[in-house]
C-alpha cells in the first residue's frame, strides 16, 4: 500500500482533522483517507464543464426567451 507525507501542513488544519477523527472514532490517517474518496468519487470541475459542453446542441434552438417567459408566467397564473 503507498504512503502519503504532507509537508508544511498548517497546526490549525492538522487540529481540525485531529479533532474531526476523534470525533469520528476514527485514526487521523483513515479519516483523511475516508475526505479522499469523498473527494475524488465526484468528478472535477474540469471534467463536469467538459461533460456538459459535448452534450450542447450543435446548433441554436431557435427559441425566442422572451415568449418562453411570456408563457411561463401565463402558466402560472
Known amino acids: 500500500m503507498a504512503m ?3 509537508k508544511r501542513l498548517p497546526d490549525d488544519l492538522h487540529a481540525a482533522l485531529r479533532e474531526r477523527a476523534e470525533a469520528e472514532d ?3 490517517s483513515d479519516f483523511v483517507i475516508r475526505l479522499l474518496r469523498a473527494e475524488l468519487a465526484v468528478p472535477s470541475r474540469r471534467a463536469w464543464l467538459d461533460d456538459v459542453a459535448s452534450h450542447r446542441p450543435e446548433e441554436p434552438l ?7 417567459m ?3 408566467r401565463e402558466s402560472e397564473r
Open 4 to 6: 502519503l507525507q504532507l
Open 26 to 28: 476514527l485514526s487521523m
Open 62 to 68: 431557435g427559441l425566442d426567451i422572451e415568449q418562453v
Open 70 to 72: 411570456d408563457d411561463v
